[in-house]
């Protein structure tokens, strides 16, 4: 529930009680690493394992604070002695996979994943994991064909459909990509349209401020075919906006549903137009830009971040 000091006295005062007890030596291990006073969940971990030296997810919350603090080697051998002693846990075979992928040991990552995604052949977090295995491994056709075949048995993980979505735009499957894409996790509550001919279109707003101009870039082809296009602009980009013509309407305020015909998640854009291309960046005709030019080129050459 995030109240950490709350549970770091709770789990202190189970442990003042029964200083010997390896449960209450667990939690406050994990009370103190949630905290993230992780040298203090060392120490707690480790007098647990003093007192049930095979205790298996003890090693493996010690595995986890280690990798926290860095110390990669220590959580592997913590790691690697929990899946001694449960041999069968698809958690620990993940997390030791995972280190191993953030190593760059691919090929030692994937007979893990494997093992584990028997355990486990729903859990979205085991299959994405493996197909970054997989795409370092054997490149991206694999990975693609493996996400391909997750999505087919699962056809609601937006997770996995997510995932497809930018190895496929990678790749320079649009078509493909964007109809993924429209699964994504992070879209706003709004309908499919599959004609935005003649109508009233406002495009929601959604993810940062780069992804909007990204998106912005389709913008002037939807205006080609709906009668009016407005966007919810966050206050923060429409200094930049202003003036530029690439919709009918800015606002920062909240329109009236009958406003318009239909509102338009801005990420849905590109499948929407059936564009698979990418058009060119909109040129910026603000008065921000020319200050932000002469910055620059006071600074010197570029390139810059």
């Given at each position: ?35 993230q006073q992780l040298d203090e969940a060392v120490r707690c971990f480790k007098r647990a394992l003093k007192e049930r ?253």
């Amino acid at each position: 529930a995030g109240r950490g000091a709350e549970a770091i006295e709770c789990a202190l005062r189970a442990h003042q009680l029964d200083r010997r007890n390896h449960h209450y030596l667990n939690t406050l291990g994990i009370a103190y690493g949630e905290a993230q006073q992780l040298d203090e969940a060392v120490r707690c971990f480790k007098r647990a394992l003093k007192e049930r030296p095979n205790r298996a997810d003890t090693h493996y919350n010690l595995g986890k604070s280690y990798l926290k603090l860095g110390e990669l080697a220590e959580g592997e051998r913590c790691f690697l002695r929990a899946r001694q002693l449960d041999p069968e846990s698809a958690q620990v075979a993940n997390s030791l996979a995972a280190l191993y992928s953030h190593q760059g040991r691919y090929r030692d990552a994937l007979p893990l994943l494997a093992q584990a995604r028997t355990r486990a052949p729903d859990n979205e977090i085991l299959a994405i994991n493996s197909v970054i295995a997989a795409h370092a491994v054997s490149g991206p056709d694999a990975a693609i064909q493996e996400l391909v075949e997750f999505v087919r048995h699962r056809p609601e993980s937006r997770a996995a459909r997510e995932e497809l979505a930018m190895r496929l735009l990678a790749e320079g499957r649009f078509a493909e990509g964007w109809r993924e894409y429209a699964w994504r996790r992070t879209r706003p509550s709004a309908g499919r349209v599959s004609d935005l001919r003649g109508r009233r279109v406002l495009l929601l707003q959604e993810q940062g401020l780069g992804d909007h101009l990204f998106f912005l870039r389709f913008a002037p082809s939807l205006r080609e075919r709906a009668t009016c296009v407005a966007f919810e602009c966050p206050a923060k980009l429409a200094p930049l906006l202003e003036g530029n013509g690439i919709v009918d309407v800015l606002g920062a305020t909240p329109y009236a549903p009958g406003d318009f015909d239909v509102a338009l998640p801005l990420g849905d854009l590109p499948e929407a137009l059936e564009s698979w291309t990418t058009p060119p960046a909109f040129p910026i005709a603000s008065r921000r830009g020319l200050e932000w030019r002469e910055r620059l080129a006071a600074l010197g050459p570029g390139p810059y971040l």
